[in-house]
């Protein structure tokens, strides 16, 4: 992806007073108000690295593909992340030091229940699936992934977004120690990235935990990230430490860098070309000489799911 270097003092840059604090501060007052209202029991759990070891899923056969799957291989070791550097295998090679455990999130904005929760109590009233989505990036390139998750939808709902909940805002972790891409300017820093509500809410919106029936790698976005599989790969943000409701449409990091290349909507068309290159065919990765160059569907193949939230909209203005 192009790298546009933000100008200095760019407005639309994330305040210092917005990023969350690394050791993340835990209220105990606003947890056990929500821990009633979610139904979540007893104190607050901590994993270790075994339980996460362990992932007790179903697979959702709703959500399959004849496809070939992408190798594990490629889906590890091919990535964009760059919290760990742009290159494709610095995310691999980059992350050993960063910790996703223990691991807590905050809820906040417009919603009746909010707080900074550990993951494990998030996660715990919710059933694991296993989804085989496509997953397009903006890049041209794409894969196969069977993910493991829980629709985002379903967790969103627990805290109760009011009528003044228009958008979800999403925010990856911000530990420059850990991340030595963060060290460096290509991106302003947190990555930032959003949803409308009812996207968020969609069937298909998936907060993933692992990939391939184990926990996610610390290059694939451990331990929490966003699956939007008919919208390019950069909404689909890694790392996840905040979701906030908000009534505006929230910034979005690869949008503040280069607008005109990157938009809020991202959805996948192989109509609407990127400024640079064509989006009419993508390159499967492991895909062999003869897969290289496969038409791109519209929506990424998911038209028929959710062409009906766009409706009436200029696809080309909402890029
Ligand atoms: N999330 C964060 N925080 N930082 C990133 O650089 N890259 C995005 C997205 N999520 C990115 C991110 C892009 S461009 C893509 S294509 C996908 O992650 C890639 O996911 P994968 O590496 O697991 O295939």
Same mark, same amino acid.
């Given at each position: 992806m192009l790298i546009k270097r933000p100008r200095p003092g760019d407005s639309a840059r994330i305040a210092p007073s917005e990023i969350t604090a690394e050791d993340v501060y835990f209220n105990r007052r606003k947890l056990l108000k929500a821990a009633l209202a979610l139904g979540a029991v007893g104190s607050v759990a901590t994993s270790t690295a075994s339980e996460r070891a362990t992932l007790r899923y179903t697979r959702n056969e709703r959500y399959s593909t004849d496809e070939d799957l992408t190798s594990f291989e490629d889906v590890t070791t091919y990535n964009n992340f760059y919290e760990f550097g742009s290159g494709k295998g610095d995310p691999a090679a980059r992350s050993h030091r960063f910790k996703p455990e223990p691991w807590s999130v905050t809820i906040s904005g417009h919603a009746n229940v909010t707080g900074t929760f550990a993951l494990e109590d998030l996660l715990k009233p919710h059933a694991l699936e296993e989804r085989i989505y496509r997953l397009r990036c903006v890049e041209a390139w794409s894969m196969v992934i069977p993910w493991i998750g829980i629709p985002l939808g379903t967790v969103l709902r627990r805290f109760e977004?009011?009528? $003044?909940? $228009?958008y979800v805002a999403f925010k990856t972790v911000h530990r420059p120690e850990e991340m030595p891409g963060q060290r460096g300017r290509v991106l302003p820093w947190p990555y930032v990235e959003g949803l409308r509500i009812d996207e968020a809410m969609h069937p298909l919106t998936l907060l993933a935990v692992g990939l391939y029936g184990k926990p996610l790698l610390n290059q694939n976005g451990a331990p929490l990230r966003l699956v939007v599989p008919w919208k390019y790969g950069f909404k689909s943000i890694k790392s996840i430490v905040e979701i906030r409701f908000t009534e505006r449409q929230p910034p979005t990091s690869w949008h503040l860098a280069a607008p005109h290349e990157y938009g809020f909507y991202a959805n996948v068309n192989p109509n609407v070309d990127h400024p640079r290159w064509s989006q009419a065919r993508e390159r499967r990765i492991g895909g062999g000489l003869f897969d290289s160059r496969r038409p791109t569907l519209m929506f990424n193949g998911y038209e028929k799911e959710v062409a009906s939230l766009y409706a009436g909209m200029d696809l080309r203005r909402f890029y």
């Open positions: 977004p009011t009528s $003044k909940a $228009k």
